[in-house]
């Protein structure tokens, strides 16, 4: 079956880092990019960045340059999104996406829910 | 790069149609046909249900379709169902080789 599984829910402190994964399943890893969305509380979706884990090329939407890093183990079929130094506004579902194309987002993930409290 | 502007909320009786617009500009849905449409019911992921405007994914169901005209794209749902109850995003690829969602639009089945 042709999916992405992604870890758990996290509850964290401000300041602290933190690496959620999203292991692919079913298909050639190495051959469609992979992204991340954030959908805080309540609201909408919003695109964060992509990787290719084929050459590893990474793009940022400009709203999460510098705040998050995107990475893949092409040797394990799992991209990850990471945080340095969380903040209260970092509370969200993070989704992992399959992008088809240039285009659109064929297959998500189910979704890690964050939440950063002190 | 701005959101694509969708109604808040959008209601119909069962069997009836409905469409949801999704507005942006020359930069990304109206230069592009790379419109997507995702639907969301609570506490799960999205879905993809529309991709390249009108081009429905394996298994979705065709009371739903697609279109655009200029700068803003539509997605019509026939033959409306409780099913459909949900949030639904609309997507667009954009000049500076991003894709921008829309705000979403809460769909109400009366």
């Known amino acids: 079956e042709v999916q992405l599984v992604q870890s758990g829910e996290e509850v964290k402190k401000p300041g602290e880092s933190l690496k959620i994964s999203c292991k692919a399943s079913?298909?050639?890893?190495?051959?469609?990019?992979i992204g991340w969305v954030r959908q805080m509380p309540v609201k909408g979706l919003e695109w964060m960045g992509i990787i290719y884990p084929g050459d590893s090329d990474t793009r940022y939407s400009p709203s999460f340059q510098g705040q998050v890093t995107i990475s893949a183990d092409n040797s394990i079929d799992t991209a990850y999104l990471q945080w340095s130094s969380l903040k209260a506004s970092d509370t969200a579902i993070y989704y992992c996406?399959?992008?088809?194309?240039?285009?659109?987002?064929?297959?998500w993930g189910q979704g890690t829910m964050v939440t950063v409290s002190s | 790069q701005s959101a694509l502007t969708q109604p808040a909320s959008v209601s119909g009786s069962p069997g009836q149609s409905i469409t949801i617009s999704c507005t942006g500009t020359?930069?990304?849905?109206?230069?592009?046909?790379?419109v997507s449409w995702y639907q969301q019911h609570p506490g799960k992921a999205p879905k993809l249900m529309i991709y390249?405007?009108?081009n429905r994914p394996s298994g979705v169901s065709n009371r739903f379709s697609g279109s655009k005209s200029g700068n803003t794209a539509s997605l019509t749902i026939s033959g409306l169902q409780a099913g459909d109850e949900a949030d639904y995003y609309c997507?667009?690829?954009?000049?500076?080789?991003?894709?921008?969602f829309g705000g979403g639009t809460k769909v109400t089945v009366l």
């Open positions: 390249d405007v009108s």
């Open positions: 996406v399959r992008r088809l194309g240039i285009r659109t987002f064929d297959l």
């Open positions: 020359s930069s990304d849905i109206g230069g592009y046909n790379y």
């Open positions: 079913g298909y050639s890893f190495t051959t469609y990019w």
């Open positions: 997507s667009s690829y954009t000049r500076s080789s991003t894709l921008v």
